[in-house]
């Protein structure tokens, strides 16, 4: 088979950050299994841990391989359903989802975000036939219909803005780029978008430096070997700085609208 895309040395380091254990070392493990995801090197035998599951299916070439572990409905109890179910539609053709939806939306919540999904999936694609079939249960459906190119019912939505997009569809005022747009931007905006797992783990790397590495004494040394080039002893709770750092975190790490333009899907 093909090597796998990726730094070797890193590969190998990932496997071995995997191994710790402990919650400190949560947001280590993380990184890695995005290293391995996102590489296309990730295995599937850990699929099974859903922590895990969720942060690499964020790539979605890797959702795609991962896809019988992604089934409708199966991670309903999961800490994030909701991003499973974006990387359930994302993973597989956009007919199977449609002809799966009595079981991923007979749980309201979840299947919003699955219709969310495909019509975004539907939305990027150049042509695809229009989706006629209605689906009462799940308004969001509208959006797919939209997507497809068939009509669709300007509804109340609880997101106000894809309720504009319905309409703006309806009136026939809402060019196709602009509903991709709009989709993928909801998609973010919900917490949902694949692209979101490598842009908290690296809020979560300004965070470590900031707060774990900002002592006096520990600048970057461009003149060292890579792995010393920067060692952080840690900001003391008691310094001054310390309660504006952690706001300075915060503020960087939520996620607004609109999406950054790096982390948009092709």
């Given at each position: 088979s093909?090597?796998?895309a ?9 496997n071995?950050v995997l191994?710790?254990g ?8 993380a990184?890695?299994v995005w290293?391995r995801a996102?590489?296309h090197a990730?295995?599937d035998?850990a699929?099974?841990?859903?922590v895990?599951?969720?942060?690499a ?6 959702a795609?391989?991962l ?6 409905m199966?991670?309903l109890?999961?800490p994030m359903?909701?991003r ?5 539609a994302l ?14 939306g ?10 969310l999904?495909?019509?975004f999936?539907l939305?990027r694609?150049p042509?695809?036939e ?6 009462p249960?799940?308004?969001?459906w509208?959006l797919v ?7 669709a019912?300007?509804v109340?939505?609880?997101d106000?803005?894809?309720?504009e997009v ?8 809402l060019?196709?780029?602009a509903l991709?747009t709009?989709?993928?931007d909801?998609?973010w905006?919900?917490?949902g978008?694949p692209?979101?797992?490598p842009?908290?783990l690296e809020r979560l790397?300004?965070?470590d430096l900031?707060?774990?590495g900002?002592?006096?004494g520990?600048?970057?040394q461009p003149?060292?070997r890579s792995?010393?080039?920067y060692?952080?002893t840690?900001m003391?709770?008691?310094e ?5 750092a952690?706001a300075l975190?915060?503020?960087?790490a939520k996620v607004r609208?609109?999406m950054?333009?790096?982390?948009r899907l092709?």
């Amino acid at each position: 088979s093909a090597e796998p895309a990726g730094d070797p040395l890193l590969l190998a380091r990932s496997n071995e950050v995997l191994q710790i254990g402990g919650e400190p070392f949560a947001a280590a493990r993380a990184a890695a299994v995005w290293l391995r995801a996102s590489a296309h090197a990730y295995d599937d035998k850990a699929a099974f841990d859903v922590v895990a599951l969720q942060i690499a299916v964020g790539d979605v070439q890797t959702a795609t391989t991962l896809r019988a572990s992604i089934e409708p409905m199966v991670h309903l109890r999961a800490p994030m359903p909701h991003r499973l179910a974006v990387a359930y539609a994302l993973s597989r053709p956009p007919e199977v989802v449609v002809e799966q939806r009595a079981q991923w939306g007979s749980d309201a919540g979840f299947g919003a975000h699955v219709a969310l999904a495909l019509a975004f999936e539907l939305a990027r694609r150049p042509k695809t036939e229009p989706v006629a079939v209605s689906f009462p249960g799940i308004p969001e459906w509208q959006l797919v219909r939209a997507a497809s190119g068939a009509t669709a019912e300007a509804v109340p939505l609880a997101d106000p803005v894809l309720a504009e997009v319905l309409r703006l569809h309806a009136d026939g005022r809402l060019p196709r780029a602009a509903l991709r747009t709009s989709l993928e931007d909801a998609l973010w905006r919900h917490d949902g978008h694949p692209r979101l797992v490598p842009f908290e783990l690296e809020r979560l790397l300004v965070r470590d430096l900031l707060l774990s590495g900002s002592d006096p004494g520990t600048k970057y040394q461009p003149n060292l070997r890579s792995e010393k080039r920067y060692a952080p002893t840690g900001m003391g709770r008691d310094e001054e700085f310390f309660r504006i750092a952690v706001a300075l975190f915060d503020f960087l790490a939520k996620v607004r609208s609109p999406m950054p333009a790096e982390h948009r899907l092709p």
